[in-house]
Antibody, heavy 116, light 106 residues
Framework: EVQLVESGGGLVQPGRSLKLSCAAS????????MAWVRQAPKKGLEWVAT????????YYRDSVKGRFTISRDNAKSTLYLQMDSLRSEDTATYYC?????????WGQGTLVTVSS | EIVLTQSPNTMAASPGEKVTITCRAS?????MYWYQQMSDASPKLWIY???KLASGVPDRFSGSGSGTSYSLTINTMEAEDAATYYC?????????FGGGTKLELK
């Protein structure tokens, strides 16, 4: 059974940093591109970033470019999202998901709240 | 960026009623994907490649469309179908979602 378990969310002040993790199991992690998708409270889904299977290429939405860094450790089957210079508009539940143009598998999400 | 516009934003349907949700893209796309999100849960892939049902999805659901116009249809509404549905375009970065259609049981 595919499992994606996010962690690392919490309350953080504007301008500070936070690092999210996503532990994967039940599939060959190193074969798949992975992504982070977020959902602001009571709002829709928004793709944030994608990393290809071996980590050699990454893609970001414009609003997070230069502030967020997606990375992966295939030996640990773990996906990461380093979030720097956080803003109030980054407040959302962050989901990790497998990504092959579609998002086939999703984690349960971790809530990030950016507030002073 | 390809903008996806879903309609309606919200709707209510009675058991047995036919439901259609539409998704219009600002530019032509090859395929559309659909996700179901129950209240306080993660999204689930529901329909892929425009018309293929994901594993476990009841066959009362169907998807269709091409170019800039796509739809998700429920042949006969059931209580368990009450959820929010999102479309997502396949093919152009940034990958974008529609704003969602909240389907309630009447």
């Amino acid at each position: 059974e595919v499992q994606l378990v996010e962690s690392g969310g919490g309350l953080v002040q504007p301008g500070r940093s936070l690092k999210l993790s996503c532990a994967a199991s039940g599939f060959t992690f190193s074969d798949y591109a992975m992504a982070w998708v977020r959902q602001a409270p009571k709002k829709g889904l928004e793709w944030v970033a994608t990393i290809i299977y071996d980590g050699s290429s990454t893609y970001y939405r414009d609003s997070v470019k230069g502030r967020f860094t997606i990375s992966r450790d295939n030996a640990k089957s773990t996906l990461y999202l380093q979030m720097d210079s956080l803003r109030s508009e980054d407040t959302a539940t962050y989901y990790c998901a497998s990504h092959s143009s579609l998002f086939a598998y999703w984690g349960q999400g971790t809530l990030v709240t950016v507030s002073s | 960026e390809i903008v996806l516009t879903q309609s309606p934003n919200t709707m209510a349907a009675s058991p047995g009623e036919k439901v259609t949700i539409t998704c219009r893209a600002s530019s032509s796309v090859s395929y559309m994907y659909w996700y179901q999100q129950m209240s306080d849960a993660s999204p689930k892939l529901w329909i892929y490649d425009t018309s293929k049902l994901a594993s476990g999805v009841p066959d009362r659901f169907s998807g269709s469309g091409s170019g800039t116009s796509y739809s998700l249809t429920i042949n006969t509404m059931e209580a368990e179908d009450a959820a929010t549905y999102y479309c997502q375009q396949c093919c152009s970065t940034p990958w974008t979602f529609g704003g969602g259609t909240k389907l309630e049981l009447k």
